[in-house]
């Protein structure tokens, strides 16, 4: 019965009982959701018949729960083996009558879903086909009776004000509450400020592939809820992470994203606009609480889905926004965006270097912040227009042939001898006998244990390839082992260039930052890209 608990916390959160004040709810007291939470512990913890030890009430109806989906059984074949069990056991009158019941026991679990009946611009989604049946359906699990149930532990009540009570205030970044944009949120709204117990939240998705398969073509998207009231020891546990949407595969949703996120929408709207009654358990007494999503978390390629801006082609910066430098080269057919100069401090000598850079010279300013209403002008003049240009960029033929073109690189141009073309290695490439090497390195290196994962196994020396690295490994390598690794290896140029962007990064992901340590972090940063910038070709 211990397993039954354990998901019950699961959805309710967890050390619901280790209320240490010791004071029981009476009827009234608690709000609908916290009363609900409480129904389903006491079946919980209900003998199926008395001496069983094996199940409870709740667990036998749910274990019939996951026979009835793991092997497709109706409803009827459902209601059919709970009515059998209930003849069998010696005290059945404690069993739902019905499946309907035992639908109705388990509901505040959370385990529900919802049919999507948008329509999609390739038309994937529109209703349902000619049997009735939906052609994708939407797994989506509540919002707000999870984000209530957080209140209902006296324990994590008192904790959800933490970045209000109990946070640090001395200048170092180690809470989201640090950050300047949470203090400009509390700034423009100060009615959601008031009360510490309104719910910040940040909203996290990427495509997964939940085969495992590399060579399965598959993107199925869970959308992570997180919850950042928290202490930072706690914020980014699992228990505090939820699910809210799962977004069925086997294609990526794409930029109809929007149709599968309308009830997280609508679920966020309501808790902003108007809140949701909720118990406090530490303070005993009922509050509005309110909530509001402040980020997304993502990568490049979904933040172009969830924020609508397109990351490729001529307008693909989203801080450079209309304002993007963006060239069309005419052999590649692809887009060079070389203009991050203009990040540079005005008075810096790169920006009068032509010849090492594009040809110009750099007189023009870092573009300006786009502030929310600007995005949302923006959007509305733009109607239905769309930005969809494929391809990426990659150091070939045709990007030498470009480079020639602009009349930039003069090193780097390809010649035409003996009926073949010909271009010289960038300095940043490897032979096969300095990849060897790198590849050696890795293949040894040693960690501490629980400091990443065996980042040997995924090295393979004899094709000389890293691939299958986690998300964490991929950052122990970058930040840690490979300036170790490519030491000696490379020109000095390259090497330097490499290691201040593992630094960058390496600073950046520290769990505590400072504010002077970030301004000199964005101060370096843009020479760093320029350096980069010098010695690669990879960007045309």
């Avoid at 495992?212 to 950042?228: D, R």
């Avoid at 980020?295 to 990351?311: C, E, M, Q, R, V």
């Avoid at 990426?392 to 470009?402: G, I, L, P």
Wanted: net charge positive; charged share 25%.
């Amino acid at each position: 019965m211990n397993d039954m608990f354990e998901m019950i916390y699961d959805a309710a959160g967890p050390k619901i009982m280790d209320d240490s004040s010791g004071v029981k709810f009476q009827q009234g007291d608690a709000s609908e959701p916290t009363s609900k939470i409480f129904k389903l512990l006491e079946d919980a913890s209900q003998q199926l018949y008395p001496g069983c030890d094996t199940f409870s009430k709740l667990s036998l109806i749910v274990e019939l729960f996951q026979i009835k989906c793991l092997h497709g059984l109706s409803d009827k074949a459902t209601d059919s083996i709970l009515k059998l069990i209930k003849r069998a056991l010696p005290s059945g009158e404690t069993l739902p009558e019905s499946f309907y019941g035992a639908k109705k026991m388990i509901q505040n679990l959370g385990l529900r879903w919802k049919s999507v009946e948008g329509q999609t611009t390739d038309g994937a989604i529109q209703g349902k086909n000619e049997n009735k049946v939906p052609r994708k359906v939407l797994r989506y699990f509540p919002l707000k009776p999870r984000l209530q149930r957080l209140f209902v532990s006296s324990e994590i009540a008192s904790d959800m004000t933490w970045h209000h009570d109990r946070r640090l205030k001395d200048g170092v970044l180690r809470h989201p509450a640090d950050s300047e944009a949470w203090k400009h949120f509390d700034t423009t709204n100060p009615g959601f400020a008031r009360d510490p117990r309104n719910v910040r939240l940040g909203l996290a998705s990427d495509g997964v592939n939940p085969f495992g398969n590399l060579s399965v073509s598959h993107s199925t998207w869970p959308m992570i809820i997180t919850v950042y009231n928290l202490p930072p020891w706690m914020c980014m546990k699992q228990p505090y992470c939820y699910l809210s949407l799962l977004i069925p595969g086997p294609k990526a949703p794409g930029n109809d994203i929007d149709v599968y996120l309308e009830p997280l929408i609508d679920e966020l709207r309501e808790l902003w606009y108007y809140g949701v009654d909720t118990f406090d358990a530490s303070r005993k007494e009922n509050f509005c609480m309110r909530a509001a999503l402040l980020w997304t978390i993502n990568d490049f390629p979904a933040y172009a889905n969830l924020s609508g801006w397109s990351t490729k082609g001529a307008l693909a910066c989203p801080s450079c926004n209309k304002d993007t430098p963006s060239t069309r080269l005419k052999y590649g057919r692809k887009f060079s965006y070389m203009g991050a100069r203009r990040f540079l401090a005005s008075n810096h000598k790169w920006r009068s270097n032509k010849r090492d850079f594009n040809g110009e010279v750099e007189r023009r300013p870092a573009p300006n912040i786009l502030s929310g209403d600007d995005a949302v002008r923006q959007l509305l003049a733009l109607g239905d227009m769309k930005f969809d240009i494929e391809g990426k960029t990659k150091d070939n033929f045709n990007a030498r042939r470009n480079l020639k073109e602009m009349g930039i690189r003069r090193d780097l141009h390809p010649t035409y001898r003996d009926g073949r073309w010909y271009y010289p290695a960038a300095c940043y490439s490897l032979s096969r006998d300095e990849k060897s090497k790198v590849c050696k390195f890795l293949k040894v290196v040693k960690v501490p244990n629980g400091y990443s994962s065996s980042i040997s196994r995924w090295v393979k020396s004899e094709d000389r390839k890293i691939n299958g690295l986690k998300s964490h490994d991929s950052h122990i390598l970058l930040e840690q082992l490979l300036p170790l690794a490519i030491r000696g290896v490379v020109p000095s140029n390259v090497y330097d260039a490499i290691t201040e962007l593992s630094i960058f990064f390496k600073e950046l992901c520290l769990k505590t930052l400072r504010v002077d340590v970030l301004d000199q972090l964005a101060a370096q940063i843009p020479i760093t890209l320029q350096i980069r910038k010098d010695i690669s070709t990879s960007l045309f």
